[in-house]
Nanobody, 116 residues
Framework: QVQLVESGGGLVQAGGSLRLSCAAS????????MGWFRQVPGKQRELVAG????????TYADSVKGRFTISRDNTKNTVYLQMNSLKPEHTAVYYC?????????WGQGTEVTVSS
């Protein structure tokens, strides 16, 4: 069973930065894609960024392009989300997700709060 554990969330002032980490454990051959989603109350969970284990480019939601960067360290089975120039509208619970093609494994979520 694949397990994902996020860390790095917290409270930050607008304009600040945070780096989220997600460590995966278990049968890593079942993971090809890893990504970050976010959810705010009353809204659907949305994909923020995704990355594969292969050579393909990372994908980003239009709202975070140029501001957030996803990266992956396969030697540590960890995916990161560097978030810069944060705004209050980035406040959400951020979830790590992974899977062979679709996102089928989920972390417990980490809260990010951006104060104005």
């Amino acid at each position: 069973q694949v397990q994902l554990v996020e860390s790095g969330g917290g409270l930050v002032q607008a304009g600040g930065s945070l780096r989220l980490s997600c460590a995966a454990s278990g049968p890593m051959f079942m993971i090809r894609v890893m990504g970050w989603f976010r959810q705010v109350p009353g809204k659907q969970r949305e994909l923020v960024a995704g990355i594969t284990s292969g050579v393909g480019p990372a994908t980003y939601a239009d709202s975070v392009k140029g501001r957030f960067t996803i990266s992956r360290d396969n030697t540590k089975n960890t995916v990161y989300l560097q978030m810069n120039s944060l705004k209050p509208e980035h406040t959400a619970v951020y979830y790590c997700a992974a899977g062979p093609a679709a996102y089928v494994y989920w972390g417990q979520g980490t809260e990010v709060t951006v104060s104005s």
